[in-house]
């Protein structure tokens, strides 16, 4: 396979319980964040999105938390499968209107059936 | 279905050789992007477009060149002068450079020395 998961941070669940994913990002002017997920030998993949104004929002067995105090985002996913095995990475886009987002450098995310 | 193309899947380069990667895209996206990724790294930004014809380097554009004569289209040439260029490159469009909107990906081309 692909060896973009090496050296990462890792995560090792068991299939069914809940995933916490975290993110500190660098600027506090940033106002728009995104999740991506890479599966080994793929492009990353949309997740789901939030703007600074908000400090939650939801998706289909995903949820993103922001908390701009601490400059942190969060990816929670619930009851946790085999498939969401993967790399995910958070970017944020600095602001300035101009869309260039910066990427984190992954969580490697491990599900154990 | 709509998507982004890239081609070939593996690549393999020899010494002095240059060679290029395509990306086609059939969204109607006027951005276009190029990233390196290396292993344990984040996506790091070669090259990208705003609308045809116009192209801005990125943090790591020595050795490459790009060109955006079509819309749909974003090709990546890695010259010879890119000494370290065993790598992931991944090709992305959104709607447009401004706003705030996710980008799309294509499943990347791997790039080898032989």
């Known amino acids: 396979g692909e060896s973009v998961g090496l050296h990462l941070p890792t995560l090792s669940v068991q299939e069914g319980d809940n995933s916490i994913i975290n993110c500190a990002y660098s600027?506090?002017?940033?106002?728009?964040f995104i999740w991506y997920k890479q599966e080994s030998g793929k492009g990353p993949q949309f997740i789901i999105d939030i703007r600074s104004n908000m400090d939650k929002r939801q998706g289909q067995r995903v949820t993103v938390l922001l908390n701009k105090t601490v400059k942190h985002l969060s990816l929670q996913i619930a009851a946790t499968q085999p498939g969401d095995s993967a790399v995910y990475f958070c970017a944020e886009n600095m602001g300035g209107g101009s869309y260039i987002p910066t990427f984190g450098r992954g969580t490697s995310l491990i599900v154990h059936p | 279905d709509g998507g982004i193309t890239q081609s070939p899947k593996y690549l393999f380069r020899k010494e002095g050789q240059n060679v290029t990667l395509s990306c086609e895209q059939n969204l109607n996206h006027d951005a276009m992007y190029w990233y390196r990724q290396d292993p344990g790294q984040g996506l790091r930004l070669i090259y990208y477009s705003q609308i045809v014809n116009d192209f801005q380097k990125g943090d790591i554009a020595e050795g490459y060149s790009v060109s955006r004569e079509k819309k749909e289209s974003f090709p990546l040439t890695v010259t010879s002068a890119q000494k370290n260029p065993t790598a992931f490159y991944l090709c992305?469009?959104?709607?447009?450079?401004?706003?705030?909107?996710?980008?799309?990906f294509g499943d990347g081309t791997r790039l080898s020395i032989l």
């Open positions: 600027n506090s002017a940033s106002d728009y």
């Open positions: 992305a469009s959104s709607i447009a450079l401004r706003g705030l909107q996710p980008q799309h």
